[in-house]
């Protein structure tokens, strides 16, 4: 009966311990919004540039307008793009030839910037953490990080 009293105890022990564990919230992610906004516009400054800002704090450039097909935030497109940080240290870039990909399976910045522009359209997003990959490192992109993409939208598939 001691056993049995014993295994029991331990039991509801380990099950309190696991019930508490997946109970406690993850660390609650940080809001960037601010930081990134300022961090945007002293970019913008600094390299005399002329944007428009979206109502979710997007920033674009349309370098060329595009004469094609206009995408939907729901399009397959196919992009050409380098992107990197307010830094300039270039962190992913496509081949001239682009990529393929369906805009529902992108960050948010990407699914409301690339429709800004037809096909043959060129220019730059201004994307900030909340539209991009949050507060939290992603492949080699540290939290809280504002994105620039400078993007050729070659087709609409």
């Not at 400054?45 to 370098?63: C, E, F, H, P, W």
């Not at 196919?78 to 496509?94: E, H, I, N, W």
Request: a neutral charge; one cysteine or more.
């Amino acid at each position: 009966m001691k056993k049995l009293l014993a295994a029991l105890f331990s039991l509801t022990l380990f099950v309190s311990c696991v019930s508490s564990d997946k109970d406690s919230a993850p660390e609650p992610a940080k809001d960037y919004r601010e930081q990134n906004e300022q961090e945007i516009k002293d970019y913008i400054a600094k390299n005399n540039l002329t944007a428009q800002r979206t109502d979710s704090g997007l920033y674009y450039i349309i370098n060329e307008p595009g004469t094609g097909k206009q995408p939907t935030s729901t399009s397959s497109v196919t992009v050409a793009y380098t992107g990197s940080f307010t830094s300039g240290k270039t962190f992913d870039q496509s081949s001239s030839a682009g990529i393929t990909f369906p805009l529902t399976q992108v960050i948010q910045g990407w699914t409301e910037g690339i429709p800004l522009f037809k096909e043959g359209g060129s220019g730059t997003l201004l994307i900030p953490a909340h539209l991009g990959y949050g507060s939290y490192d992603r492949s080699g992109i540290p939290g809280g990080s504002v994105l620039i993409f400078d993007v050729k939208l070659i087709k609409v598939n």
